[in-house]
């Protein structure tokens, strides 16, 4: 491998390089430029999934369960297929009868069915898909497809699920348990003891919708060389392949997934979907091109979402603030299968630990199965969650002591080079400096209105994820640098933009590491047959893992070329070669140089046309557990709270946070602004409606969404951090950013009006409710004292 | 969505004609913010659609010596942005116009449609009624007057036979000392609908201590627009101060019945009919007194 920061920094004054000297050196990162794909998609013109059509293409539709417990009888196809037009059904008797799972080595966390053959286990399970000559067609077929159930007793809440005696989602988990988790450090019990002050406290997180642009749709097109070509809407083509070539008996090599611009991901398209799975099946009996699209009230019911959690936590400090030791419970509602959900309740205990150094620390969880839509990824993976249940609590005990939430938190922050006890290393954290930063922020917000608070939560997220998802021993990425003879550079990769702007991110990585220009980079992304592998977009892990394997291969083939310019420049070794804004010059004498172009023109003519490849990788072996790095920040939301009507306004909000090196200012104030709009909603608004199992609101009248009015000014308070780990010492900002809103926006509401709402969403009518208790509570001393009197 | 046969009349006798043909397998389409979602949705499968946006007769807007005009063509967005309703003494409907969806639905919307749609939390619907709005109504052979209050039966459900076709709202001129004005509740800022709202009007003697007349109006607290008679008789004759409006809003409570929905729990839709009712009395209270100026 080679050195590839040597020609930028050396070992030594790597340490206290911060962001902003980096910025200095770089010709092309920490620049404001503009998404690389965000003309065609501001003009229209970007082709998505949805919009596709192939030539002879079918429509397909899916059959759905209206129970949310029920076992199949019989399913009669008949009708439906005599109706002209219908092309294909299938049913569960077309699949190989095989469970769909991340953890391929744990057969009983493979749970879920590409269609139902025997039970039916949430609304919205499927059990049967339609080709037919245009969607009407479809939709009028599945009305006829006549399906005898015997609806069983179901069970929607992970607190009933666990009862003795309660009715079984699947046969295999006893009292409904899908999976439990245990973290420990320290010795809790005993630190409990040395405590000055004890607090235990019961929170409920909600559960949350992905809400993307584009919904779940997949055009599957199988041929009669026997190859599946499938256009999907995800987050990772890599699992789409591995997993779909596992559930329908093919190989990984005849099944290649195209992955167009992608409308939206948030954790909701790594889990593979029925649109996938039913347009591929339809098309392998076909041999045409089928295309299935998920209405609106599909993506809501039948996909998965934000796992709602019941968290109980018991926090211990000495008089001073410091925290000695934390206990924490957590039940997370599974719905009907496992999906990734095993990875949320993993990381939810995880980062209740966040961000503070606790030393000694118990968590135990349990993921229950429920008959519900399944829970899963999303964005910030049990970590919003853990949070808004460890930030609303550390609130209270700083009141309890009297010490101020501002010191609190300085007092427990985690530091630079800390060691989570068997967990995690953190190299790089500029916490405290956050912590300064919203401090000066609430001074200089002055004294404010009544019924207006200021809420301040911490956070800390990972910077890519490690997990062993189908059977990866460890998260890996890797790209291919082309650079072509008239200086143009082709760029593969398999990483995944959703919308979050990967892509930008690492052509500017690519073009800074080469010294060439963003416009010299071509990316090829989203497509297995030509891309490497990679894992997708999840975990945080893009900029980190994808950056630091863009940038080696940039710098793989910048060696290679430089190797041809020697002769030119006569440098002692090949590092004292570098290039910078179309420049090939040496290192100690700038002034020295030639024009990239024509080294690139000699360097492939001069070599028989053989074009440069630089090959890149990344993988965090032997990197701790959970991530490589963690990026941390304070946010600040202040809050009117309308006493009439228990609204809450969202009136400023200020996050002080680090990123490492930042590569693109305005990507990351665009993920800023993103994720504070996500995690407002869930604070404040966005609810899964649920009667026996069945979702309410499964539309954008009714789930609401925070829109562009409703979203305060926002300022970005910036900390300088640097981590060695990351590319060029950058770390992410995509998930992190919704963890700490949900708690800031709580204590805020606390602060301005005094009411404590500890289940989310903080909704109108919850803070009117606490509202008119408070008033009794306060009432009622006073008629204790006239009657006493 | 389903084939139709899609007409375009260009006079109100033509569109009678081809209505009448069609009768109940035909629907009238105005600005299809409603019908187009219904269609879409398979709520209504007609066999016609009838395209009224070409009636140009229909599409107009008059203030007049006696009152208010408004054409069933009549967009929200026209109503919002209209300089002369707004400077009128009926800007209530330009207010509540521009809490109606957003741009674009209101740009599309017409308050007629919003009407004939019926829906228990329809913004123009309270107002129209605290102004005394009547509908002419059009069909074979017959020729009406409706108050839009009584045109209500139900959610979705007017006094409107297949073949009727509202052509305009006529609305009375206000006596002098009248103040009126509508309050929404919605959770968002924009394109939200209604958890309650309320439209006021309140007539006063010239020095505003006394009502005179009132009329409360409840929206998306029960399966119409509810008038609040026993808070607008409380109200009528009586010196208005703070006490006098907590009871009127309090009496509104208890006449308002709503439902426990996704959009709220009946519990706080009453609370909300309170806020809103005394906030609504406060607001037209203050359209007095600026007219008054
Ligand atoms: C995204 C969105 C947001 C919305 N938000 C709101 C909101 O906040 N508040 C609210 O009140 N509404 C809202 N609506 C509903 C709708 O926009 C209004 O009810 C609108 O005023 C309907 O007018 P239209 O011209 O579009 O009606 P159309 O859809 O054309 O017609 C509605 C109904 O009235 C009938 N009709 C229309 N014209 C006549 C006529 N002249 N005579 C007899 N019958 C007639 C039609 O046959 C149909 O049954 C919203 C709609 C959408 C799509």
Redesign the pocket.
């Known amino acids: 491998m080679i050195d590839e920061d040597k020609t930028e920094i050396t070992e030594e004054d790597e340490g206290d390089l911060t962001g902003a000297l980096a910025h200095k050196i770089h010709t092309v990162l920490g620049k404001r430029i503009p998404a690389v794909d965000g003309a065609e998609k501001v003009t229209g013109t970007a082709i998505y999934t949805v919009d596709m059509t192939l030539p002879n293409m079918l429509h397909g539709k899916i059959l759905r369960s209206p129970h949310s417990h029920a076992r199949i009888i019989r399913i009669d196809t008949k009708r439906a297929e005599n109706l002209p037009g219908v092309k294909a059904i299938v049913t569960g008797k077309d699949t190989l009868g095989k469970k769909n799972g991340i953890w391929r080595r744990y057969a009983e966390l493979c749970d879920e069915e590409i269609l139902c053959r025997d039970k039916v286990r949430y609304v919205g399970d499927p059990v049967a898909a339609v080709a037919a000559i245009n969607e009407d067609c479809a939709e009028e077929a599945l009305a006829l497809i006549d399906v005898t159930y015997e609806v069983l007793p179901g069970v929607h809440d992970p607190m009933d699920a666990m009862r003795k005696g309660a009715p079984q989602v699947h046969n295999h988990a006893e009292r409904n348990v899908n999976i439990n988790r245990h973290i420990e450090w320290g010795d809790v019990d005993n630190a409990f003891a040395r405590c000055d002050h004890i607090r235990e406290d019961s929170f409920f997180c909600s559960s949350q919708h992905h809400a993307c642009m584009e919904t779940h749709a997949t055009i599957a097109s199988f041929g009669y060389d026997r190859k599946l070509t499938v256009w999907t809407s995800c987050q990772s083509q890599y699992y789409v392949q591995i997993l779909l070539a596992g559930m329908l008996g093919l190989r990984e090599g005849d099944v290649r997934v195209i992955r167009p611009p992608t409308g939206g991901g948030f954790g909701g398209k790594l889990s593979l979907d029925s649109t996938q799975f039913c347009s591929s099946l339809l098309s392998m009996k076909l041999c045409r091109p089928v295309k299935i699209v998920m209405t609106r009230e599909e993506d809501f019911i039948a996909t998965k979402r934000r796992t709602p959690m019941h968290y109980r936590l018991k926090l211990g400090a000495l008089k001073d603030g410091t925290l000695l030791a934390k206990e924490v419970k957590v039940v997370t509602e599974g719905g009907a299968y496992t999906g990734m959900g095993a990875t949320a309740l993993y990381l939810t205990g995880f980062f209740s630990s966040f961000p503070y150094k606790y030393p000694n620390y118990r968590y135990d969880g349990f993921r229950v199965y429920t008959n519900t839509e399944g829970t899963s990824a999303m964005r910030g993976f049990g970590a919003p969650q853990a949070m808004f249940c460890g930030e609303s609590q550390i609130d209270m005990m700083a009141e309890d002591l009297g010490i101020d939430p501002i010191t609190i938190r300085r007092r427990n922050s985690m530091t630079p080079n800390y060691t989570v006890p068997g967990q995690a290393i953190i190299r790089s954290c500029g916490l405290p400096e956050c912590i300064d930063a919203i401090e000066k922020y609430i001074k200089k917000r002055g004294p404010l209105p009544s019924n207006h608070g200021i809420g301040v939560a911490a956070y800390g997220f990972m910077s890519g994820g490690i997990f062993n998802w189908i059977d990866t021993p460890y998260a890996f990425a890797a790209a291919i640098v082309k650079i072509n003879v008239d200086g143009k550079v082709d760029l593969f990769t398999g990483a995944v933009d959703t919308g979050q702007g990967a892509n930008t991110t690492l052509v500017m990585i690519c073009a800074e590491e080469l010294g060439i220009h963003v416009d010299d980079v071509r990316l090829h992304v989203g497509d297995t047959s030509v891309c490497p592998v990679d894992l997708g977009n999840w975990g945080s892990r893009t900029t980190l893992m994808n950056g630091n394997a863009v940038k080696m291969a940039a710098a793989d083939a910048k060696r290679q070329l430089l190797a041809y310019a020697s002769a030119q420049l006569k440098p002692n070794i090949v590092y004292d070669l570098d290039i910078k804004d179309h420049r090939v010059h040496l290192v100690s004498r700038p002034e020295r140089g030639i024009s990239y172009f024509e080294v690139v023109k000699d360097a492939i003519r001069g070599n028989e046309g053989q074009v440069i490849i630089g090959r890149g990788h990344y993988t965090p072996h032997r990197k701790g557990m959970i991530s490589p790095a963690y990026s941390f920040g304070v946010q600040a939301v202040e809050v009117k709270v309308d006493t009439d009507t228990g609204k809450v306004e969202l009136v400023h909000v200020a996050t002080a946070h680090e990123s490492g090196t930042v590569v693109n200012p305005i990507g990351l104030e665009g993920q800023l602004e993103g994720a504070f709009h996500m995690a407002a909603g869930y604070a404040l608004m966005e609810e899964l409606k649920m009667k026996d199992g069945k979702i309410l609101n499964p539309n954008f009248r009714d789930y609401k969404l925070f829109l562009a009015p409703d979203m305060p000014e926002s300022e970005v308070l910036e900390v300088d951090t640097y981590e060695p780990e990351g590319p060029f010492g950058a770390k992410e900002a995509g998930e992190g950013l919704t963890n700490p809103t949900a708690g800031a926006i709580a204590n805020a509401v606390y602060n301005a009006v005094g009411v404590r709402i500890k289940d989310l969403p903080v909704s109108p009518e919850k803070v009117l409710r606490a509202l008119e208790e408070k008033c009794l509570q306060e009432e009622k001393p006073d008629d204790l004292y006239v009657a006493t009197s | 969505m389903h084939d139709f046969e899609y007409l375009r009349p260009e006079t109100i006798e033509e569109a009678m004609r081809i209505y009448k043909n069609g009768g109940k397998e035909a ?11 219904e269609m879409r949705f398979g709520k209504s499968r007609p066999e016609q659609v009838i395209d ?1 946006k070409h009636i140009r007769e229909m599409d107009f807007m008059e203030l007049r010596e006696d009152g208010l005009r408004l054409g ?1 063509l009549y967009r ?1 967005r026209d109503a919002e942005c209209s300089e002369p309703l707004r400077m009128s003494r009926f800007n209530v409907l330009s207010h509540a116009a521009g ?4 741009p674009q ?1 209101r740009n ?7 009407v ?2 019926a ?1 228990p ?4 619907i309270p107002p129209l009624i605290a102004l005394g709005a009547r509908a002419k109504i059009k069909g074979d052979g017959v020729e009406k007057v409706a108050a839009v209050q009584e045109m209500m039966l139900g959610p979705g459900k007017t006094i ?1 036979e297949p073949g ?4 305009e709202l006529e609305i009375p001129n206000l006596p002098d000392y009248t103040g009126c004005s509508y309050c929404k509740l919605s959770p968002r800022k924009s ?4 958890v309650v709202g309320v439209a006021v009007m309140l007539q006063t003697d010239s020095n505003m201590s006394r009502c005179i007349d009132a009329r409360i109006v409840l929206g998306a607290v029960g399966p119409t627009a509810i008038r609040a008679r026993k808070a607008e008789s409380l109200l009528r004759g009586r010196g208005l101060n703070e006490d006098m409006i907590e009871e009127a809003a309090r009496t509104a409570v208890d006449e308002s019945k709503p439902l426990d929905d996704v959009r709220g729990s009946a519990w706080y839709r009453k609370k909300m009919v309170e806020v809103a009712v005394r906030r609504t009395i406060a607001n037209s209270l203050e359209q007095v007194r600026i007219g008054r100026r």
């Open positions: 629907r009238l389409l105005a600005g299809g913010t409603e019908l187009v979602n009224l069933a929200v809490t109606l969806g957003s639905v599309k919307a017409t308050i007629v449609g919003n004939c749609r829906s939390s329809a913004d123009l409107l009727e076709i509202v052509t394109l939200d609908l209604a």
